[in-house]
């Protein structure tokens, strides 16, 4: 992953050929190749400028870095003991941020391509290399509904996944009762396949939250990410747009919608909350539930042919 980083960035600032390879222009020189420098540090960095990544994916990839030099000293340790720290929700972080990624290089060769000029082609459609490597990595790490092949994390199956009364006793979070709540989730029939792919990883994510905590978390962040991507297909919008700013235009042009600020951007602001990892196991999974459920409506709201409301 780490190399795919600095292969693209590098491809960015290429600037012809020579015999010895590709050559560079001066500020990748100057910046990337200076002796010591570290080239993948320095290109997160670069990403992170360009508002490729966030603040918050630095700190997965150092969270990471720790995480595989611990597991390289002290493998048996890892293997053996059951009360070592496992974590794989790094996992999911790691693809999800080389999705940001792929998706900036795909932006880069459509607009690069004379083939697609006057041609809608969705970064998200094209599938590259490590796309698809990484696609059947996940779909080892993240089994079919009901194979669980891990042990179940007490932290899940302690909460209820439902709000509590006297009338309504609690539902815990077991792996069968994940399954039924995600299955009984609003369909998405009118979903772009950028923003169908968030919303099924979404509710994948959900149901693994039985075995990792913070996978509801992460859930609840990637189904909140899908509403702002389909707010940017409806607005057609510039990459480069906030999210805010792309609130602020929908609500200007809809103004009798049934879509208000306080909904909207209170699902930007839970996005940025789930977005840290150290808040991941401070929240209650049944706002995660229902986070995920509201963005299922939200989509489906956005994407309604006016006549059907």
Do not use: C
């Not at 200007?252 to 208000?260: C, E, I, M, N, Q």
């Amino acid at each position: 992953m780490t190399t795919s980083i600095v292969e693209i960035v590098a491809s960015f600032h290429e600037h012809g050929w020579s015999e010895s390879g590709p050559t560079y222009t001066l500020e990748y020189q100057q910046r990337f190749l200076r002796r010591g420098q570290n080239r993948v540090k320095e290109s997160i960095s670069w990403l992170i400028d360009e508002d490729v990544l966030e603040d918050s994916d630095q700190k997965t990839m150092a969270e990471v870095r720790e995480y595989r030099n611990s597991l390289a000293h002290e493998l048996a340790k890892a293997l053996i003991d059951p009360d070592a720290p496992a974590k794989p929700y790094l996992i999911v972080r790691l693809y999800e941020l080389m999705r940001k990624v792929e998706r900036f290089q795909a932006s880069l060769h459509l607009d690069a391509n004379a083939e697609f000029d006057n041609r809608e082609v969705d970064p998200d459609d094209v599938h590259t290399g490590v796309r698809i490597v990484s696609d059947l990595v996940m779909q080892l790490i993240m089994p079919a509904p009901g194979a669980h092949l891990f042990a179940l994390d007490d932290r899940t199956r302690r909460q209820s996944i439902v709000v509590t009364s006297e009338e309504q006793p609690p539902v815990y979070a077991t792996p069968d009762a994940l399954e039924t709540a995600v299955a009984e989730l609003p369909e998405t029939p009118h979903a772009p396949e950028g923003v169908a792919s968030l919303l099924q990883l979404s509710r994948r994510l959900l149901v693994m939250s039985s075995v990792e905590y913070e996978f509801a978390a992460l859930g609840a962040e990637k189904a909140l990410q899908a509403v702002e991507t389909t707010l940017r297909h409806v607005l057609n919008a510039n990459p480069r747009q906030s999210y805010s700013e792309l609130i602020e235009r929908y609500l200007a042009t809809h103004p009798d919608g049934p879509l208000d600020t306080d909904m909207l951007n209170s699902g930007r602001r839970l996005r940025n909350v789930a977005a840290h990892p150290k808040n991941a196991a401070a929240m209650p999974i049944v706002l995660m539930m229902q986070s995920v459920r509201t963005s299922h409506e939200i989509v489906n709201e956005l994407l309604r042919n006016p006549t059907e409301r």
